[in-house]
DNA sequence: TCTGGGGTCCTTAGTCCA
DNA sequence: TCTGTGGACTAAGGACCC
């Protein structure tokens, strides 16, 4: 793996730690290119009826529209809302550019995911230099160079920050969204005053079913949960997770912002408009997404040496099954085969709504690195590099498995990555 | 209500080996 | 030779995050 990381020192009770979020992403990025629909509810996510919210706007918010709900339900809540399908690579440029405002400030820039990081600013404090004025600074830098908005938490520790960046979100209301401060700090020493009143919902990693075993336990705030010995919540919820969240109810968090993190897995999955039974169609669905894996690892320069297969069923039910290899494979043919002989066996008759393919168990390739396509000959490896100087000329969809050109398989129209939130309406 | 896709981390259980 | 133990590794599932 890289080792080029360039990690911060763990927090030190200084007042420099930034969490930045953008204020509904996807939804402000697609109102800023249609900015007719600025007062109309926008929804961006997938657009079928298995799809879920990506992103609503404040408007849609209103009517109780929220990420994560499903479309389905979301249409439901606001028929005459505006779908959008959404528009991945446009919204990763954007976020690259807002990335490198975070980068002029400070190096130690942790990435969450498209719409968020983490700032360690304790280095750029300098003078009378605060960390709350670089927040304002940020807010200011972002909207004038991308008219979007964001809000920014500021605290001494990483999860203190990104606590405080929700006091700092507009909210949704009848009337529309109430713009807030845009900056929260939490000083030091007031940690515990802000913290313990907080629901145990709000700690990082406590969700529905860590939540309701609290519950059970008469922990209800963050407060309840501080007044339990440790042990205790080892005891009841694991090592790892008792500690963690002992420690975080304490406000104790000491991770340091890390920088150039890699990649542990990398991977592909889908669900289908119908659920499938139907094994020769789910094998020509695995080729295609274990090529689109493939794609993304050469890009990367990895290769892995586990393959896992995913399946969910009618039912919902989901079941994985892995195989570690001998050797690292990054080829498409390669993982396709590997997939298929786990796919085999499965058995399908419940009807797969799901498949998915993931590699894991990443390293870096080295140009004496033999893969399994090396036990049959350079052969596949070969073709696999050839593809992907097809593709850099001509575009990811010039070339695919032939197994995905058959008449009427429907396959062979569908891009990579193209059904980020679920299925869309014409499939 | 009916539940996406991309991930990470943790727990548990089984196997192999020293 | 047999038995017990503990570490490393693998597999599978669950919970959580955005």
């Not at 990690?7 to 730690?17: A, I, K, N, S, V």
């Not at 519950?215 to 309840?224: C, K, L, N, P, Q």
């Not at 009427?408 to 569908?414: A, E, N, P, Q, V």
Request: charged content about 25%; aromatic content about 4%.
């Amino acid at each position: 793996m890289s080792e080029d990381r360039l990690d911060g020192r763990p927090p030190d009770g200084t007042l420099g730690f930034l969490h930045v979020d953008m204020d509904a992403f996807f939804a402000s990025v697609e109102l800023r290119r249609r900015p007719e629909l600025l007062h109309e509810p926008v929804v961006v996510g997938g657009t079928g009826n298995r799809g879920v919210v990506a992103a609503a706007s404040y408007v849609a918010r209103s009517y109780g529209i929220h990420s994560a709900m499903p479309t389905s339900r979301a249409r439901r809540l606001c028929p005459h809302a505006v779908f959008l399908p959404g528009d991945h690579a446009h919204y990763g440029e954007v976020s690259e550019r807002v990335m490198s405002i975070f980068h002029d400030i400070t190096p130690l820039v942790e990435p969450l995911s498209l719409d968020e990081a983490f700032l360690d600013v304790r280095g750029a404090l300098h003078g009378r230099d605060i960390a709350a004025e670089i927040a304002t600074s940020i807010r200011d830098r972002v909207f004038e160079t991308e008219q979007l908005t964001c809000s920014v938490g500021v605290a001494t520790n990483k999860f203190l920050a990104k606590l405080a960046t929700e006091r700092a979100k507009p909210r949704p209301s009848d009337v529309g969204p109430v713009f807030g401060s845009g900056v929260h700090v939490i000083e030091a020493g007031g940690e515990l005053e802000f913290l313990h009143p907080l629901p145990v919902r709000d700690l990082w990693g406590v969700g529905p079913a860590t939540g309701a075993r609290l519950s059970r336990m008469g922990i209800e705030t963050v407060g309840d949960l501080a007044a339990q010995p440790e042990h205790h919540l080892r005891n009841a919820l694991g090592n790892a997770v008792g500690l963690h969240l002992h420690r975080l109810s304490h406000a104790v968090d000491e991770r340091p912002v890390e920088v150039g993190r890699g990649a542990k897995s990398i991977g592909h999955e889908e669900t289908f408009p119908q659920d499938l039974r139907d094994r020769d169609r789910l094998g020509r669905q695995l080729v295609r997404m274990a090529d689109a894996v493939a794609g993304r690892l050469r890009d990367a320069g990895l290769a892995g040496k586990t393959v896992t297969v995913k399946v969910r069923f009618a039912d919902f039910t989901t079941i994985t099954r892995s195989n570690t290899l001998p050797e690292p494979i990054d080829g498409g043919i390669a993982i396709a085969r590997a997939a298929e002989r786990l796919l085999s066996a499965v058995d399908i008759n419940a009807g797969v709504r799901l498949l998915g393919v993931s590699m894991s168990q990443l390293g870096e390739v080295t140009a004496e690195q033999l893969s399994l396509d090396d036990l049959v000959g350079r052969s596949w490896s070969d073709a696999d590099d050839v593809v992907g100087e097809i593709r850099g000329k001509f575009g990811g969809h010039a070339i695919g498995p032939a197994t995905l050109s058959r008449p009427g398989s429907g396959l062979s129209r569908m891009k990579q990555g193209q059904q980020q939130w679920g299925p869309g309406q014409d499939l």
